[in-house]
């Protein structure tokens, strides 16, 4: 099935980025075969509702679960709404999206039910 | 790597006079190179003016965009201007034009406009920076007047700070916050582990004060209150602290209306840097050592 | 004629001064104060006004029939603020990520989409001392958006409009401010001689510039900084209207509800005065 890492970089040796909504990029990989394309992150200039956005993006690539550091509210609802499955790995320790690809098929991630966080609210007027 | 938040709810109460002092305080002790310092009142941003950093690094911020007509091609039906809401499109000299100060960006009469003449431009609405400062490496930005999206350019401002203090392993992000309670101040409130609320002891700001606490907790942040120029008005000073009182919020001290505040403000200095002994200055130390103690002992 | 009084630094009067204009021009004509600063209103603690007219604002937000819907998402499409998605056979709305525009409502191809009110603050108005008629905004605790109930504010007028109106601005130089001012006949600036009151100040002459409105400065708690917000006006021909020299006992009258004018009866000449100049440069 296709996993979608937020990475920061344009490979699956790329760094883990730990921005959901406004991830530099994500790498869609097919956990069985191991193929992999990275995508620049179309939300990432998002003026609000850049968690939407992102969720969307990666609902539309046929991602089943993803993988990132945090998930607002919003970002929660879309990926909800759309049945895809979403683990959180630390920020704060260097992962490669390669070693948290492996860290999800040995169940070492930590799967989210419900918002990680109250939202960025980048929003504004 | 814990972040503390400055915020007030009325504006003028001390806030940026307080995170430069801290910034100052913390840079002497055992949290000296622990700090990273936000500014994240992009809209008037005053911190620096204290600070007097060295800039790093300079970024053009986009916000949202604004709508154009292309005359050329335009008929003059006036459809756009009968669904734009924002009263942000005018007939002039035979002409519809779009009022940039106005226009919302939504692009309503991009999509109604029978001969497609409406395009949406990307703006340029603001500046990020990086900066080095005597007290540490300091994030902040410059919206331009007028703009909105100050939301986005806080969230920028505060997760690039994040992202240092968790590169470099500092202990401490220092944000000093926007007034008001509306959405820069929602979004200087997104991951903060505390707030530090400069409270001034005026019916005015006891009643902003309220509205402020009353608006980080509905985000789930913890709250504490430093009432700043306490002298001014004693009754003030007890109706705040009643309230904290009832709603359990710890007062972490009382600070004296003091005008070498001013005096430093205008020779660029933090005022615990200018004259320590000054009762400002004194009281202000004592209000560091509280909080950072505090904010120390949040788990996580 | 409508006077916005407006500052960019925090904390520097605006209040202070509006309220006070309020009440000496009220001396002369009908007068009414708009607190627009409507994440943290302040005015009617000074004006006392008798609240009894209330009207609950917001933004109209989408509603999707279902049973209509045909799931093409061009609502999505069309949206600039990702408030609406459409994500397989389920619709989401994000109601604060919403600006009320309506385009979702217009490009629906199934009409299968109606607007309701999102309630984001309350509107109040009544009468005030000495006459004067009181309006204020307050946005609703936790709601990000000031504009749309500063927008609403604007628009909720009176039968009888009264000669005067004085808006009380929000603090800051952007959309909320800009709001404020906009459609005024002459910005009142309320400043400190200080380096953040000066670097505010520019930023709100910058907005009163590009809406072609006159403007004019009032230097309040003078004498505690430097003179360069004073050399800043000269060189930027801004009239500096009016001085308030920093006074404790005036601080500690404002600290407790009281109006300057009558804390500080000596400024009331100064007022009037200012008052009438405006008056005169809006005539113009």
Not at chain 2, 52 to 81: H, M
Not at chain 2, 211 to 223: E, K, P, S, Y
Not at chain 3, 136 to 145: R, T
């Amino acid at each position: 099935m296709k996993l979608a890492i937020s990475i920061s970089g344009n490979t699956l040796d790329s760094p883990f980025d730990a921005r959901f909504g406004r991830a530099s990029a994500f790498c869609i990989v097919d956990t069985e075969t191991g193929e992999w394309q990275a995508f620049d992150n179309p939300a990432i200039s998002a003026a609000g509702g850049a968690g939407v956005q992102a969720a969307q993006f990666i609902a539309s690539q046929g991602a089943k679960a993803v993988v990132s550091g945090a998930f607002g509210p919003n970002a929660y609802d879309t990926l909800a709404a759309a049945d895809i499955e979403m683990y959180i790995a630390p920020g704060n320790q260097a992962h490669s999206a390669t070693e948290i690809l492996e860290m999800f098929k040995a169940g070492k991630l930590t799967q989210v039910e419900a918002a990680t966080h109250k939202g960025y609210h980048g929003e504004n007027r | 790597m814990k972040q503390l938040i400055i915020l007030s709810g009325k504006g003028g109460t001390g806030k940026t006079i307080i995170t430069a002092a801290f910034a100052h305080l913390a840079s002497q002790g055992r949290y000296a190179n622990q700090v990273i310092l936000a500014d994240a009142d992009v809209d008037a941003a005053n911190l620096e003016l204290i600070l007097q950093p060295r800039l790093l690094e300079e970024q053009d911020f986009k916000g949202g965009q604004l709508a154009v007509i292309d005359q050329e091609t335009c008929s003059s039906c006036g459809d756009c201007q009968a669904v734009c809401r924002f009263d942000a499109i005018n007939y002039n000299n035979s002409q519809y034009m779009i009022d940039p100060i106005a226009c919302d960006g939504c692009a309503a009469c991009v999509y109604q406009c029978p001969t497609e003449s409406i395009t949406m431009h990307e703006q340029l609405v603001g500046k990020f920076y990086v900066s080095e400062s005597r007290y540490g490496p300091l994030y902040h930005a410059n919206l331009f007047p007028g703009q909105d999206n100050s939301g986005k350019l806080v969230t920028l401002v505060k997760q690039r700070a994040r992202l240092q203090a968790l590169d470099d392993n500092r202990q401490l992000v220092l944000v000093d916050g926007p007034p008001g309670i509306g959405c820069p101040v929602i979004s200087t409130t997104s991951g903060a582990d505390l707030a530090l609320m400069v409270a001034e002891p005026t019916v005015a700001g006891v009643q902003d004060m309220r509205r402020v606490l009353q608006t980080v907790q509905h985000f789930g942040v913890r709250a504490m209150v430093c009432i700043n120029k306490a002298d001014i008005y004693p009754a003030g000073a007890d109706e705040i602290e009643l309230y904290c009182n009832e709603f359990g919020i710890e007062i972490v001290g009382r600070i004296p209306f003091d005008l070498t505040v001013a005096t430093a403000m205008v020779a660029g200095e933090a005022v615990t840097a200018f004259r320590p002994e000054a009762p400002s200055s004194v009281a202000i130390a004592a209000v560091w050592a509280q909080v950072i103690q505090s904010l120390m002992e949040i788990k996580g | 004629m409508r006077i916005v009084v407006a500052s960019g630094k925090g904390g520097t009067g605006k209040t202070t001064v509006a309220t006070s204009l309020a009440l000496i021009a009220s001396e002369q004509e009908s007068v009414r104060l708009m607190d627009c600063d409507v994440e943290a209103p302040n005015a009617r603690l000074f004006l006392n006004p008798s609240l009894d007219s209330h009207k609950e604002v917001g933004l109209l937000i989408p509603q999707v029939d279902e049973n209509l819907c045909s799931y093409c998402a061009k609502c999505a499409q069309v949206c600039q603020f990702h408030a609406i998605a459409v994500i397989g056979k389920k619709i989401l709305i994000f109601p604060e990520l919403c600006h009320g525009c309506g385009s979702c409502t217009l490009v629906c191809p199934e009409r299968a989409i109606s607007e309701h009110l999102n309630v984001l603050g309350v509107l109040e108005s009544g009468s005030a001392v000495h006459g004067i008629e009181f309006a204020q905004g307050m946005m609703k605790i936790g709601e990000p958006m000031a504009v749309p109930i500063i927008r609403e504010l604007k628009k909720w007028a009176p039968v009888v409009l009264p000669t005067i109106e004085i808006r009380d601005a929000p603090p800051g130089a952007s959309c909320p401010v800009v709001e404020t001012i906009r459609g005024a006949d002459f910005a009142l600036l309320v400043t400190e001689p200080t380096p953040f009151g000066l670097h505010d100040l520019k930023k709100v002459v910058a907005i009163a510039r590009e809406l072609g409105i006159p403007a004019g400065v009032v230097i309040n708690r003078d004498g505690i900084g430097d003179n360069a917000v004073e050399k800043y006006c000269i060189e930027n021909n801004l009239p500096i209207l009016m001085r308030i020299p920093m006074e404790r006992r005036i601080a500690e009258a404002i600290a407790s509800g009281k109006l300057l004018v009558e804390a500080a009866p000596e400024y009331h000449k100064a007022f009037q005065n200012m008052f009438e100049t405006i008056t005169t440069e809006v005539k113009i």
